[in-house]
């Protein structure tokens, strides 16, 4: 499985490593290898290839370890706190979970004689959550792109603002025509979220500071469930004539999102080289305490043979699979409510109930998130057993008689506990993903991936199942049985590429490397860019070590 990340060329007369994609030179004729020593000629580069915190990075500042920890709680009282913020608000309009369909059976409840009212509400919630995943999907690399080409933050932000406008027109929606145009536009904007925090989180945190941080704004989803658990409740209590109370639900959560956007745009950092709440100083400690990741914190310059080795590279696609593999599942979080329904709650109680949802997403989360960043190297062991109580809950679910209701929803609520295990696999993609046009397409590949699962998904409730539902609970448990294997697999493939790498000869080829800018005086000078922050990939920097 090693040779498998040989993705470079090797030179017929040893070990020398050929680097897959050679960095572009300007004022040099030199070969890398014509110095007497046998090491690489000093080479001058175009600025396009290196990382934008390339130069903050060269000016040789010293780390105060204290301050470089002030650094990391500025940026967490702020960013972090905006990224949890907007993650809650997924949560309640609908892309990560499919909470806003509670509108459907409101719609019923409410008597409301529309054209919806026609077709199955099951049936019906299937399709939506098809339809918003199909969106995401088809603009998900595009949005990507779009991420790597424009300032983060700003990007976001218009994002935001037309979900927010998408998100107010449910209310006015009388037909599935309708819902399906909105679900389209949400699902559309949604692929820009995810990959957004990914690539800022790996800009401002170190690699152990990643997975708890992804873990903070992600577990923000089951924060935002508890509190649109009661504000589906208490929606269902207005009384307004020519208004439904689901139209207020999707009006409230509306103006919500447009605020969100305004203060996004205003106030969220695009990255440490140019954050308004830092210092010229302070921006070069937050870029240099990063050395440590060999990412390097972005690159505008879009470089199409990044993207090639993204392809063919293995660990892509073996998170890839995982992605899609554990989001099949996710359509629980559509047919959830239904399926506690089916056990003879009434809707009121049924929604109620959501909120312990959101309570052992934030525990899980939480308590997984901080073992994988004490114990070392212990993401794919962590993730993996964090998997055990959702097969226990498949298989009570499957055999538990039905007359037993209580238990069927506690293993219900058991089947929840596995969330840990994707959100610990997307800081570890982010984590063992170096160059930046390789890390945007990963990230999509593994996004897409993601959307593929939760499109397929739907499609195992079926009429003719219920009401026990036992094929759609073996689907699930057999991803969930598969995908504690891909974690364990992947792990051993990157533990085997580490191995590897640790007999090779130290590889000096990007040792001297220098990109022209112009200093105070307005002189060009030559400035030393040290190879963190030459926008290598993990293939072509040889003293890249993957977390395992």
Same mark, same amino acid.
């Given at each position: 499985?090693?040779?498998?990340?040989?993705?470079?060329?090797?030179?017929?007369?040893?070990?020398?490593?050929?680097?897959?994609?050679?960095?572009?030179?300007?004022?040099?004729?030199?070969?890398?290898?014509?110095?007497?020593?046998?090491?690489?000629?000093?080479?001058?580069?175009?600025?396009?290839?290196?990382?934008?915190?390339?130069?903050?990075?060269?000016?040789?500042?010293?780390?105060?370890?204290?301050?470089?920890?002030?650094?990391?709680?500025?940026?967490?009282?702020?960013?972090?706190?905006?990224?949890?913020?907007?993650?809650?608000?997924?949560?309640?309009?609908?892309?990560?979970?499919?909470?806003?369909?509670?509108?459907?059976?409101?719609?019923?409840?409410?008597?409301?004689?529309?054209?919806?009212?026609?077709?199955?509400?099951?049936?019906?919630?299937?399709?939506?959550?098809?339809?918003?995943?199909?969106?995401?999907?088809?603009?998900?690399?595009?949005?990507?792109?779009?991420?790597?080409?424009?300032?983060?933050?700003?990007?976001?932000?218009?994002?935001?603002?037309?979900?927010?406008?998408?998100?107010?027109?449910?209310?006015?929606?009388?037909? @599935?025509?309708? #819902?399906?145009? +909105?679900?389209?536009? !949400?699902?559309?904007?949604?692929?820009? *979220?995810? $990959?957004? /925090?990914?690539?800022?989180?790996?800009?401002?945190?170190?690699?152990?500071?990643?997975?708890?941080?992804?873990?903070?704004?992600?577990?923000?989803?089951?924060?935002?469930?508890?509190?649109?658990?009661?504000?589906?409740?208490?929606?269902?209590?207005?009384?307004?004539?020519?208004?439904?109370?689901?139209?207020?639900?999707?009006?409230?959560?509306?103006?919500?999102?447009?605020?969100?956007?305004?203060?996004?745009?205003?106030?969220?950092?695009?990255?440490?080289?140019?954050?308004?709440?830092?210092?010229?100083?302070?921006?070069?400690?937050?870029?240099?305490?990063?050395?440590?990741?060999?990412?390097?914190?972005?690159?505008?310059?879009?470089?199409?043979?990044?993207?090639?080795?993204?392809?063919?590279?293995?660990?892509?696609?073996?998170?890839?699979? @995982?992605?899609? #593999?554990?989001? +099949?599942?996710?359509? !629980?979080?559509?047919?959830?409510?239904? *399926?506690? $329904?089916? /056990?003879?709650?009434?809707?009121?109680?049924?929604?109620?109930?959501?909120?312990?949802?959101?309570?052992?997403?934030?525990?899980?989360?939480?308590?997984?998130?901080?073992?994988?960043?004490?114990?070392?190297?212990?993401?794919?062991?962590?993730?993996?057993?964090?998997?055990?109580?959702?097969?226990?809950?498949?298989?009570?679910?499957?055999?538990?008689?039905?007359?037993?209701?209580?238990?069927?929803?506690?293993?219900?609520?058991?089947?929840?506990?596995?969330?840990?295990?994707?959100?610990?696999?997307?800081?570890?993609?982010?984590?063992?993903?170096?160059?930046?046009?390789?890390?945007?397409?990963?990230?999509?590949?593994?996004?897409?991936?993601?959307?593929?699962?939760?499109?397929?998904?739907?499609?195992?409730?079926?009429?003719?199942?219920?009401?026990?539902?036992?094929?759609?609970?073996?689907?699930?448990? !057999?991803?969930?049985?598969?995908?504690? *294997?891909?974690?364990?697999?992947?792990?051993?493939?990157?533990?085997?590429?580490?191995?590897?790498?640790?007999?090779?000869?130290?590889?000096?080829?990007?040792?001297?490397?220098?990109?022209?800018?112009?200093?105070?005086?307005?002189?060009?000078?030559?400035?030393?860019?040290?190879?963190?922050?030459?926008?290598?990939?993990?293939?072509?920097?040889?003293?890249?070590?993957?977390?395992?």
């Amino acid at each position: 499985m090693a040779r498998l990340f040989n993705l470079g060329r090797r030179h017929k007369q040893g070990l020398f490593y050929e680097p897959l994609v050679p960095l572009r030179r300007v004022g040099s004729s030199e070969s890398l290898n014509d110095r007497d020593d046998g090491k690489p000629s000093p080479v001058s580069i175009v600025s396009t290839e290196v990382d934008t915190a390339a130069q903050l990075a060269g000016e040789g500042v010293d780390i105060n370890p204290e301050e470089a920890d002030r650094e990391v709680r500025q940026f967490s009282g702020l960013g972090l706190s905006f990224s949890c913020a907007l993650t809650a608000n997924e949560y309640f309009y609908a892309p990560y979970h499919e909470e806003k369909l509670r509108i459907l059976p409101q719609m019923n409840t409410t008597g409301m004689g529309t054209e919806l009212l026609s077709y199955d509400i099951r049936l019906i919630c299937s399709r939506l959550g098809t339809i918003f995943y199909l969106s995401y999907l088809l603009f998900e690399y595009p949005q990507n792109l779009a991420l790597q080409r424009f300032p983060v933050g700003k990007w976001m932000s218009l994002n935001i603002f037309v979900w927010g406008i998408a998100l107010s027109a449910h209310a006015a929606c009388k037909n @599935f025509a309708g #819902l399906f145009i +909105v679900r389209s536009v !949400l699902g559309m904007c949604e692929g820009s *979220i995810t $990959a957004g /925090f990914m690539i800022v989180s790996s800009m401002f945190y170190t690699r152990n500071e990643q997975t708890l941080r992804v873990g903070y704004w992600f577990l923000m989803n089951g924060t935002a469930q508890i509190i649109s658990g009661f504000i589906s409740f208490g929606t269902l209590h207005i009384k307004t004539e020519g208004f439904e109370p689901w139209q207020w639900l999707m009006a409230i959560t509306g103006v919500l999102t447009l605020i969100t956007a305004i203060t996004f745009w205003l106030y969220f950092p695009d990255s440490p080289t140019n954050a308004w709440f830092l210092t010229k100083y302070e921006r070069t400690v937050a870029i240099r305490r990063l050395k440590e990741n060999q990412t390097g914190v972005e690159n505008k310059h879009f470089k199409i043979d990044q993207v090639h080795e993204a392809l063919r590279d293995p660990k892509t696609w073996l998170f890839a699979l @995982f992605s899609a #593999l554990n989001n +099949v599942p996710n359509s !629980l979080t559509n047919q959830g409510q239904m *399926i506690v $329904a089916s /056990f003879g709650f009434t809707y009121l109680q049924t929604t109620l109930l959501g909120c312990i949802d959101g309570v052992i997403e934030i525990a899980t989360i939480w308590t997984g998130v901080h073992l994988a960043a004490h114990y070392q190297n212990a993401r794919a062991y962590v993730g993996a057993v964090y998997f055990i109580p959702n097969l226990i809950g498949v298989l009570l679910l499957n055999v538990l008689p039905w007359s037993n209701r209580l238990g069927l929803l506690c293993a219900q609520w058991l089947t929840g506990v596995g969330t840990t295990g994707f959100v610990l696999s997307l800081s570890w993609l982010s984590n063992v993903t170096a160059g930046h046009t390789k890390r945007v397409t990963v990230n999509a590949i593994m996004l897409i991936a993601y959307c593929i699962g939760n499109a397929a998904g739907p499609f195992m409730w079926q009429e003719r199942f219920k009401p026990r539902n036992h094929i759609p609970w073996t689907i699930i448990g !057999l991803c969930y049985t598969l995908c504690p *294997i891909l974690l364990l697999m992947i792990r051993r493939v990157l533990s085997a590429e580490n191995k590897r790498r640790d007999t090779e000869p130290p590889d000096e080829t990007y040792d001297e490397v220098f990109v022209e800018v112009t200093d105070t005086q307005g002189n060009c000078v030559r400035q030393k860019v040290e190879k963190e922050f030459l926008d290598l990939t993990d293939v072509q920097n040889r003293d890249f070590r993957y977390v395992l």
